[in-house]
């Protein structure tokens, strides 16, 4: 189901939540991370519709590499999708995304009021910057808000998250020995695949209770 450059992922029954999901900086909408994630949560009920921002869907129309466009540019498209999704399929939409697709919705929920926010791997900070955090917005943030962290994620681990004023409206869901991408270790004994059923699980959890 694609328009305006946009896939979608249906689930199979009822659609119990729904989310429009971006991509992070360095990986398309396509990815193996955001199919997968979308897939789990379409078995969950959430109807999701992905995108890509400019500089990526530039890459395709072989640009190469390029790297995200500027901040402004990037929260208008978010804006624009916004509209878009609404149009074709009113609801209440929630907004999130991987890494950096989930730091520009949380930039906007507020403003777009969106019914939720979900973040999967939320860059609390540049990497290799932790004394740069990106926290500021979110102290004050409104909209019900899902962050899924791995607890050993280099952009935001446990114990330095733990140190940041964070809105009541955050709740945060925490995966043993994840990194960024919510992988956690090999010794760990947990997988990848199980990570991302447990994120899924959690997102599609908490459309039921908000």
Same mark, same amino acid.
């Given at each position: ?15 119990? *939540? !729904?989310? %429009? #999901? ?5 990986? $398309? ?6 199919? +997968?994630?979308?897939? /789990?949560?379409? *078995? !969950?009920? %959430? #109807? ?5 921002? $400019? ?6 129309? +072989?640009?190469?590499? /390029? ?144």
């Amino acid at each position: 189901m694609n328009f305006s450059g946009l896939m979608w992922s249906v689930p199979p029954d009822e659609v119990r *939540g !729904r989310l %429009i #999901l971006a991509h992070g900086a360095g990986a $398309p909408m396509d990815s193996p991370f955001m199919t +997968g994630m979308s897939e /789990r949560l379409a *078995g !969950r009920g %959430i #109807l999701v519709a992905r995108f890509e921002f $400019p500089y990526m869907a530039q890459r395709r129309q +072989g640009g190469g590499k /390029r790297p995200p466009n500027p901040q402004s540019q990037l929260l208008e498209c978010w804006r624009t999708i916004w509209r878009e999704v609404n149009a074709e399929a009113s609801g209440d939409w929630a907004i999130g995304g991987k890494s950096m697709g989930g730091r520009m919705a949380s930039l906007l929920a507020d403003e777009l009021g969106a019914a939720a926010l979900i973040c999967l791997g939320y860059p609390f900070h540049a990497a290799g910057k932790p004394e740069r955090p990106r926290v500021e917005h979110l102290a004050d943030l409104q909209t019900p808000t899902l962050i899924v962290q791995g607890e050993r994620d280099a952009l935001g681990n446990r114990e330095r998250v733990a140190g940041y004023a964070l809105s009541p409206a955050i709740r945060l869901h925490w995966l043993a020995a994840g990194d960024h991408d919510l992988k956690p270790l090999k010794a760990s004994g947990y997988t990848h695949a199980a990570h991302l059923d447990s994120a899924a699980a959690q997102v599609a959890a908490f459309f039921v209770a908000e």
